[in-house]
């Protein structure tokens, strides 16, 4: 009788266990595929054209490689995380003159992305996304490669992400109807 009590009480706990677990563990793939799904545009149909640095770009008439390349840099931008309403002063997160980038699909959607400050702890940055009515503020990274002594203190704060990222969203008409040398 006792080792059916005990048994009993292992099953029960394993079932908590799982339970909780999985609990856990399908709130992160939730927020993973949210993180993903506002950078993702697979949604929205294809892109018609892209408004960079007040620049309108046709994408029929832009060069497929250019804007490959383009594509490439967007997609080293990543979300660490994304705002609740009651964190967010735009006051504190945006600034003049802040760079925006703008898609127009063909479906009639237009998204727009704003690069807001950086924040003085790490490379991450502030960034709003305007998908229609809604606005979301998002904590957001540029993963890219820069030269940086292994002995210096500060490269984790380095701002120089940062800029890069800024430097592209700044990128000329010229760069997507230019054939590029080989």
Known sequence: MKNRYLFVILVLSIFAAYFLVEKDEQKEVALITQKRNILSFS???????????????????????NLNLFYDELQKLKVDRILESDEVDENFLKFDGAETITFNFTSGKVVSFLVGKKIELNQSF?????????????????????????????????????????????????????????
């Open 43 to 65: 949604t929205y149909g294809k892109i018609k054209s892209i408004t960079v640095a007040g620049n309108t770009i046709e994408i029929k008439e832009a060069i497929e490689d």
């Open 126 to 182: 502030y960034m709003a996304v305007i998908d229609g009515q809604k606005l979301t503020w998002l904590i957001a990274r540029f993963e890219t490669a820069f030269p940086a002594d292994a002995n210096d203190k500060n490269r984790d704060r380095s701002s120089i992400p940062y800029e890069k990222f800024r430097e592209v969203l700044q990128t000329p008409k010229e760069f997507f109807y230019t054939k590029l040398k080989e």
